[in-house]
């Protein structure tokens, strides 16, 4: 990979504007400087990303906090963000959370615990002697959340509707703790749509099973449509941080998500199949022609969601199988694990050049957990330990 160093971050030159890695001064009413790496906390576009960044704009409030597209919102008393165990009247939320940068999501609570470790290694967060990281949700009994300094590290269950319930609330938690400009990734594995198990793929956009790049919604009895977007200057900043000294391949491509792990990802080894084998291949090699790398089953909510919102995100996974050649994951479990850290090391790179570049690699932060009415946190605790 190209070197980036001081002095070729005085331009945007050809040279650092193919890598990626560019920022711009806060606008507070005026146009943005075409500068690299100044004091800002966010990386921004430049030329065809202008468009992409005013719309960003129109969801956030001049210092880059994130605008709630709900007016309700502002009128509750208290807002209780109930999958979280968490509320703005019973913690301080700004004083819990109001530095996070990063919010790292990925499927189960052990695979975001292992995350938050090595995040807390990559980037020299020191805890408190005698102390350990602290499930900041473990009394919702429904996601698991981390935090790492400026590093936010949260498992979203599986599918559509899980990873749906939550970015709703930490979006919300954003809000509510006056964080400015975060950037989300969402870490996962997926089925390679004619790459081998192990290779990384960054999605360029996320497609639904009938390829068309927006998340459908039924709401008081109609269908709304919202589009799926992802960075794309974030993607080639991710793409520039592999290694070629890496055992593997990163890619980028179209991600397709399904609602289904079997009858809608095309599987003949479900409970279930109405299609033959010579049906499957057809329809794989069809998107596979119309761009699709891969396949899995959150990232059209991930990113309808938050570029709806206007948040800075991008999915990166690791294939587990090719599936033009089979439905069944084979591979030993030691060597899953292996694949499985291949994502992580991608993000953990990106968020610790950042960090190095913001002179911030070892941070003390916020993040304890902090109560601002004792009544109002036993009720939030006793409401999210509920099972309805």
Known sequence: MPQTNAANLSEPSEQVQKNGWHSSEQQNGHQPH???????????????????MDER???????????LRNPNIELMDQDILY?????????DLVEMFGDVKFVCMGGTPKRMEQFAYTIMA????????????????????????????????????????SVGILLHEVIKLMYHAKVRDPVFFRIGTCGGIGYEGGTVIISEEAVDGALRNVLELTVLGKT?????KLDKRLVRELKALSDPEDPYDTVTGKTMCTYDFYEGQGRLDGAF?????????EYLEGIH??????????????????????????????????????????APK???????????????????????????????????????????????????????
């Open 334 to 388: 030691e060597v899953l694990d292996e694949w499985q850290q291949r994502p992580t090391k991608l993000v953990c790179r990106y968020i610790k050049k950042y960090l190095q570049m913001k002179g911030r690699l070892s941070l003390d932060g916020h993040g304890s957990i902090s109560v601002k009415s004792p009544r109002r946190f036993k009720l939030v605790q006793q409401e999210s330990e509920t099972y309805d």
């Open 122 to 161: 990559e980037i020299g967060h020191k805890l408190p002697c005698g102390t350990t990281l602290q499930d900041i949700s473990q009394f919702s009994y429904r996601y698991s959340m981390y935090k790492v300094g400026p590093v936010l590290c949260i498992s979203h269950g599986m599918g559509i509707p």
């Open 57 to 67: 704009n129109s969801v956030r409030y001049p210092d880059g906090t994130v605008r």
């Open 83 to 91: 999958h979280l165990a968490l509320g703005s009247g019973s913690h």
């Open 34 to 52: 075409r500068k690299v790496f100044d004091n800002d906390d966010e990386f921004q576009a430049n030329g065809n990303q202008d468009n992409e």
């Open 273 to 281: 199949c109405d299609f033959t084998e010579n049906d499957k291949m």
């Open 224 to 228: 709304i449509q919202r589009l799926a």
């Open 289 to 330: 022609k119309a761009g699709v790398v891969n396949i899995e089953m959150e990232s059209l909510a991930f990113a309808a969601l938050t570029h709806h919102a206007g948040i800075k995100a991008a999915v990166v996974c690791v294939t587990l199988l090719d599936r033009l050649k089979g439905d069944q994951v084979l």
